[in-house]
T-cell receptor, first 112, second 115 residues
Framework: GDSVTQMEGPVTLSEEAFLTINCTYTATGYPSLFWYVQYPGEGLQLLLKATKADDKGSNKGFEATYRKETTSFHLEKGSVQVSDSAVYFC???????????FGAGTQVVVTP | SQTIHQWPATLVQPVGSPLSLECTVEGTSNPNLYWYRQAAGRGLQLLFYSVGIGQISSEVPQNLSASRPQDRQFILSSKKLLLSDSGFYLCAYTQTSGTLPDTQYFGPGTRLTVL
């Protein structure tokens, strides 16, 4: 079955540091890939997405590129802020009903 | 624009009591609807999804049930809660656009504590 593997957290870094969260996937067919962010006590918000190979999703300074050859969708941000502290989820769907398969989530803590 | 509501925001219930969580979507018609549970410190588990009124698919066996009495209303229920039902319950929807899967949008969630 389809699956998503994310690097384990928590990831702790200082403000203005570079952030990378690794995400790899296994899927039959051609999945759409997503990054969601969950701030403390809140629901999930879509951060970015990519629907085909070599697409780059970007939003709020975050970027991720759909790499079919390495089945990866790593999330990056060049200079993090304290407000980026959250849990980040990588997800995919290949389902015509839109059902998402989530990774376990990676907690990111940014300190001043 | 579309919005999604969930209530209540928080709930504390005794073991063995019934449960009803409600989710409503505004600004779109015939959405696909989903219920997820997020246990403490863990990822999201899809519980139910619905592609239309009265159509419910269950992803995992459990003592929870779901119903969709109206196009934009999705209800999660239980007759008797267990301790293991504690968690953060999230409702989500996608706009139906042809046969391609679309982005899921999530509600603010309901935090359920079963004592």
């Amino acid at each position: 079955g389809d699956s998503v593997t994310q690097m384990e957290g928590p990831v702790t870094l200082s403000e203005e540091a570079f952030l990378t969260i690794n995400c790899t996937y296994t899927a039959t067919g051609y999945p759409s890939l997503f990054w969601y962010v969950q701030y403390p006590g809140e629901g999930l918000q879509l951060l970015l997405k990519a629907t085909k190979a070599d697409d780059k999703g970007s939003n709020k300074g975050f970027e991720a590129t759909y790499r079919k050859e390495t089945t990866s969708f790593h999330l990056e941000k060049g200079s993090v802020q304290v407000s980026d502290s959250a849990v980040y989820f990588c997800a995919l769907t290949t389902d015509s009903w839109g059902k998402l398969q989530f990774g376990a989530g990676t907690q990111v803590v940014v300190t001043p | 624009s579309q919005t999604i509501h969930q209530w209540p925001a928080t709930l504390v219930q005794p073991v063995g009591s019934p449960l009803s969580l409600e989710c409503t979507v505004e600004g779109t018609s015939n959405p696909n609807l989903y219920w997820y549970r997020q246990a403490a410190g863990r990822g999201l588990q899809l519980l139910f999804y619905s592609v239309g009124i009265g159509q419910i698919s269950s992803e995992v066996p459990q003592n929870l049930s779901a119903s969709r009495p109206q196009d934009r209303q999705f209800i999660l229920s239980s007759k008797k809660l267990l301790l293991s039902d504690s968690g953060f319950y999230l409702c989500a929807y996608t706009q139906t656009s042809g046969t391609l899967p679309d982005t899921q949008y999530f509600g603010p969630g309901t935090r359920l504590t079963v004592l």
